[in-house]
């Protein structure tokens, strides 16, 4: 069975430190792996999502970035922090094989800005 | 551009009411539309996927369906409990160029009093 993993579970951090968030998923492969930040109360807002080793879409001009060095692992970072970037992060994958498509979503990380 | 739409933004409901949860969508050309439940500070777990094909789909207590020409779907719970109480949103995956993304509502809050 496949597992997706994101860590670390709760952070705090202050205003202009760096940021890095990481995502892992297990039993499958060549998976589309996405990252979203969902502010207090409200929906989710896609961030970047990515379909192979190395390629990334962006998709919210920003001070976040991210990567994906491996096939089943994908980072969130920044060089530094606004308050702004506060919020619930959750990454997740979809299987990019045949058949139905469901998307499948990390415990995500919860970040405050101070 | 995809929106979705999910009215209301929170339902109070005694336990045992069957109830519907709304989902709409600006643009009919769709691959699929998944609902997902979220319980606070949690991620999202996947409850039911309809492909742009099917008109309904069924998950124990749970009814999704489709109408892909008016740009709606339900998600019918019966007999609620209060193990029911969280925030169910969902998500269109469109066709076309942004056929990797997903756009989400956000959300409808469920309380379902014991």
């Known amino acids: 069975s496949q597992t997706i993993h994101q860590w670390p579970a709760t952070l705090v951090q202050p205003v202009g430190s760096p940021l890095s968030l990481e995502c892992t998923v297990e039993g499958t492969s060549n998976p589309n792996l996405y990252w979203y930040r969902q502010a207090a109360g409200r929906g989710l807002q896609l961030l970047f999502y990515?379909?192979?080793?190395?390629?990334i879409s962006s998709e919210v001009p920003q001070n976040l970035s991210a990567s994906r060095p491996q096939d089943r692992q994908f980072i969130l970072s920044s060089k530094k922090l606004l308050l702004s970037d506060s919020g619930f992060y959750l990454c997740?994958?979809?299987?990019?094989?045949?058949?139905?498509?469901?998307?499948?979503f990390g415990p995500g990380t919860r970040l405050t800005v101070t | 551009k995809q929106e979705v739409t999910q009215i209301p933004a929170a339902l109070s409901v005694p336990e045992g009411e069957n109830l519907v949860l709304n989902c709409s969508f600006t643009d009919s050309a769709i691959y699929n539309l998944q609902w997902f439940r979220q319980d606070p500070g949690k991620g999202l777990t996947s409850l039911l996927l309809?492909?742009?094909?099917?008109r309904e789909q069924t998950s124990g207590r749970l009814n999704a369906s489709l109408d892909k020409s008016s740009g709606r779907s339900t998600l019918y719970i019966a007999a609620s409990q209060p193990g029911d109480s969280a925030t169910y949103l969902c998500?269109?995956?469109?066709?076309?160029?942004?056929?990797?993304?997903?756009?989400f509502g956000s959300g409808t809050k469920l309380n379902v009093k014991p």
């Open positions: 990515s379909v192979g080793i190395g390629q």
């Open positions: 997740a994958w979809r299987w990019t094989g045949t058949g139905v498509s469901e998307q499948y």
């Open positions: 998500a269109v995956r469109p066709r076309g160029d942004n056929f990797n993304k997903f756009y």
């Open positions: 309809i492909q742009s094909s099917q």
